[in-house]
Nanobody
Framework: QVQLVESGGGLVQAGGSLRLSCAAT????????MAWYRQHSGKQRELVAT???????NYVDSVKGRFTISRDNAKKTVYLQMSSLKPEDTAVYYC????????WGQGTQVTVTS
């Protein structure tokens, strides 16, 4: 049974930083494209950042220069380092793993206060 377990969310003031982690129980983690999504209250889930098996990353424009996605294949973990946080970054953040199948974590709440 595949599990993605996020951690690292919490409450932070604007301008602060958080690092989200997502530990996966995937057999061949290194082959998966990993991503972070977020869902603002009452809105659709949006893609925040992706990282390929080769380590190439992409970001939504609103987080470029502030967020960094990375992966540790040995630990089967993907990270999202978030800096210069803004109140509009407040959302539930979800980890996603995609190859032939797509898997989701349960989400972790990030709240940024002004």
């Amino acid at each position: 049974q595949v599990q993605l377990v996020e951690s690292g969310g919490g409450l932070v003031q604007a301008g602060g930083s958080l690092r989200l982690s997502c530990a996966a129980t995937l057999n061949i983690f290194s082959m998966y494209v990993m991503a972070w999504y977020r869902q603002h209250s009452g809105k659709q889930r949006e893609l925040v950042a992706t990282i390929t098996s080769g380590g190439s990353s992409n970001y939504v424009d609103s987080v470029k220069g502030r967020f960094t996605i990375s992966r540790d294949n040995a630990k089967k973990t993907v990270y999202l380092q978030m800096s210069s946080l803004k109140p509009e970054d407040t959302a539930v953040y979800y980890c996603n793993a995609r190859q032939d199948m797509s898997y989701w974590g349960q989400g972790t709440q990030v709240t940024v206060t002004s």
